[in-house]
């Protein structure tokens, strides 16, 4: 790893970062619960402004018995014309538990909100950001790319201390702070007609609703793609050293 | 000595809370809906305090076209008037049948 002698180095994680980490942590898996929930109410995405069960969706998930349940009365023409657009009454009692797993969404929204401003305002202010995650220049390099990725192969990694991050780590930890979360927050308050009747222009920016629910779900799937492999990377350095460096250790 | 022009914990913290009850206090004059002391109504209560504070309150949703309409499914029955329908209702059909009785 490149040393810098000439910033004194820090030995572990301050206490601001423990404190988002965890409570942001806390957020992140009751957002990943309760998505789920709400993703099993309606088990389908769409692309545009509007979707819903009569119209041919993007994808389906097999994941509830909401999944392809079929129970409609015959469908009805809309309008006195041939090809009329329809709507049919459901026969089938659906699961449909949306009041509780949209509030805990929410909820659990506003956790990560604040431990996501109370990070970002020391990060960038105490130069956390500017110090610590975004890389140097020697360090990107193809060689420091190609070196680093065998070495997160192998099956132990070097354990760095505290804020000592890795040029991979480094990289994942800026896509997540700068691309996913607020792409995940912005596409979450698309879906808010409240919020897009104040700013329209979320809707063009993420292609409507519909776009940005799916935008929304493919970017919670990075997420926890980010979680697992941000796990495994801990058990494959020393997963008690590392859950002490961010807990108790000063 | 040059001064350090950094934000402390401290000041971040100030500003975070006196944002957070400027957005409280915001919503004090309106009564808000009972929240039974579950916690789940209490969030609600927040994003629905936070909405009022910071949406603009006459801003009108966006209008689309008759083109935009899409197929839907209803909720319950479409047409309480046929009795082949799950949802059927004989007060519904009495009605319906007067109406149109009238409009003949």
Sequence with gaps: MSENTSRPVKTY???????????????FLLLVFSGVEIIMVHPRLY????????????????????YHHGGWAPAQAIFDQPNSLISAGRTYDIFNQNGWGRSLHFLAAWIM??????????????GHIKNNLIPRLKELTFETFVKEIKEHLKSSIAYLKGPQYGLLQKLSYLMVI???LPTIALTGLTMSPAITASYPFLLTIFFGAQSARTIHFFA????????LIHIWMIVKSGFKKQLLAMTVKK | MEKKNIITRRTA??????????????????????????????????????QRSLLNVRAL?????RADISSFPATGSINPSNPSLPGFSKDYELLHRKLRCKSS
Excluded: Q
């Design chain 1, 113 to 126: 909100v604040f431990s996501g401003v109370y990070y970002l305002v020391i990060a960038i202010f105490s």
């Design chain 1, 178 to 180: 700068f691309i996913l």
């Design chain 1, 13 to 27: 994680h301050s206490l601001w970062v423990k404190i988002s980490h965890w409570v942001g942590t806390l957020g």
């Design chain 2, 13 to 50: 913290l100030i500003t975070g809370v006196s944002a957070m009850g400027s957005i409280l206090l915001g919503g004090c004059s309106k009564p808000t809906p009972p929240t039974y002391g579950h916690l789940l109504r209490m969030g609600d209560i927040f994003t629905y305090e936070a």
């Design chain 1, 220 to 227: 919670a799937v990075l997420l926890v793609l980010f979680l």
């Design chain 1, 47 to 66: 692309w545009g402004n509007a979707g819903n069960d009569l119209m041919p969706a993007l994808f389906e998930f097999p994941i509830s018995r909401n």
């Design chain 2, 61 to 65: 949703s966006k209008e689309y076209n």
